[in-house]
């Protein structure tokens, strides 16, 4: 089993920047395929990114293309978000998921490991 913390959240304003880190312990993070989702108040949990276990592939979801980016550094058992251009619509709870396979990269049920989440809030 994996275990998995997220930290690097915070409040910024709309314009600003935060990068967000990950980082698993328990097992063989490089045996991982990874992802952030998020979650806002009232609202169901949505894929932001993903990224596969040797960081080849990298998916991201419309609304965040071009002002995100996903990474990871296997070396240190760590993932990352970065989040440029942040807007008030990306204010929410960030978690990081882990799965050994993936059916569908932006499907919530898909992976079967979770951190306890970030808060992001972005003021106007």
């Known amino acids: 089993q994996v275990q998995l913390v997220e930290s690097g959240g915070g409040l910024v304003q709309a314009g600003g920047s935060l990068r967000l880190s990950c980082v698993a312990s328990g097992r063989t993070f490089s045996n991982y395929a990874m992802a952030w989702f998020r979650q806002a108040p009232g609202k169901a949990r949505e894929f932001v990114a993903a990224i596969s276990k040797g960081a080849g592939s990298a998916y991201l979801a419309g609304s965040v293309t071009g002002r995100f980016t996903i990474s990871r550094d296997n070396a240190k058992n760590t993932m990352y978000l970065r989040m440029n251009s942040l807007k008030p619509e990306d204010t929410a709870v960030y978690y990081c998921?882990?799965?050994?396979?993936?059916?569908?990269?932006?499907?919530?049920?898909?992976?079967?490991?979770w951190g306890q989440g970030t808060q992001v809030t972005v003021s106007s």
């Open positions: 998921a882990a799965a050994t396979s993936i059916a569908t990269v932006q499907t919530y049920n898909s992976y079967n490991y």
